[in-house]
């Protein structure tokens, strides 16, 4: 990286069973994707991005970013997705210095995750008993950048990506692009909120991080083996594109769920695969 006074690291927060009973054919247990959050770290001070799901995720994660021996001044939250923020109320009680912030957007969509009979059907029916009690959500931050220790930490709106009101944060000075769920790094894709409308969005919006011409991109998920290498953009990019081919000439989901293992057949997670399989094929 070059010599600007900013480092990063990236916590990954391996894969964890789920309670879903709704199974492909061969498998026996879902698993939910392994999950990123970094820490953009200056001389004194750090934001952190993302605050992961479980209580017992959020919990190693504030001991990581307290290893650091940085003053984390802000959390910023790239998209509505509970599995992306759920953790905060545990990182804030553990940093109460520290600021919760988001677009306006998926400050919206993070109320709408939050909603106790969403929470009752959804979340807690995967992980009964893990999910934190107090979930606090992020401030709207109005501004198109955050700041740390004079440093630009640009907020870039994506539109739809896995959900839709998504963004990125982009480090021009380091070359680093915290991507949240616009980017997967060898982990299968979450399509279930994106039929072909949403698909053709999210292209779009790999483009938008195209442009930026990263050195370096975080995924939100990600396989923990691999390096944080700009070329994840492209393979997204090539497992949508495979998606919609597979999708136009399947005829039902385990077509679907089994021509795209064909093409993919090592990414990470194929249990995320099935659950987009079944979301276009039923």
């Not at 990236?10 to 789920?18: F, R, W």
């Not at 959020?58 to 509505?80: C, Q």
Request: hydrophobic letters at 40%.
């Amino acid at each position: 990286m070059p010599s600007t006074g900013l480092t990063w690291s990236v916590y990954v927060s391996p894969s964890i069973p789920t309670e879903s009973v709704d199974l492909p054919p061969d498998l026996a247990r879902r698993m939910w994707s392994p999950t990123t959050a970094t820490l953009i770290s200056g001389e004194r001070d750090a934001v952190l991005v993302d605050a992961l799901l479980t209580s017992k995720q959020a919990s190693r994660l504030a001991d990581w970013v307290a290893a650091s021996g940085k003053n984390l001044t802000t959390i910023f939250v790239t998209h509505g997705h509970g599995d992306h923020w759920f953790g905060l109320g545990t990182l804030l009680e553990r940093f109460p210095q520290a600021q919760a912030v988001a677009a306006p957007a998926v400050v919206a969509r993070m109320e709408e995750q939050r909603d106790p009979d969403f929470i009752e059907s959804f979340w807690e029916t995967r992980f009964p008993g893990q999910i934190p009690d107090t979930l606090r959500t992020a401030a709207p931050v109005t501004a198109d950048r955050l700041t740390l220790e004079g440093h630009d930490l640009v907020i870039v709106g994506l539109g739809h990506t896995d959900t839709d009101d998504t963004t990125c944060l982009h480090v021009p000075e380091v070359g680093l692009v915290v991507a949240g769920d616009a980017v997967y790094n060898d982990v299968h894709l979450y399509l279930a909120e994106s039929p072909a409308p949403g698909r053709h969005a999210w292209l779009k919006a790999l483009d938008t991080i195209a442009a930026l011409n990263p050195d370096a991109v975080v995924a939100g998920h990600k396989n923990p083996c691999l390096p944080d290498d700009p070329r994840a953009i492209a393979e997204t990019r090539h497992y949508i594109q495979d998606f919609e081919a597979v999708a136009k000439r399947a005829g039902n989901a385990v077509d679907l769920y089994q021509g795209m293992l064909e093409i993919h057949p090592r990414r990470v997670n194929r249990g995320a695969l099935w659950g987009s399989a079944r979301a276009v094929k039923g």
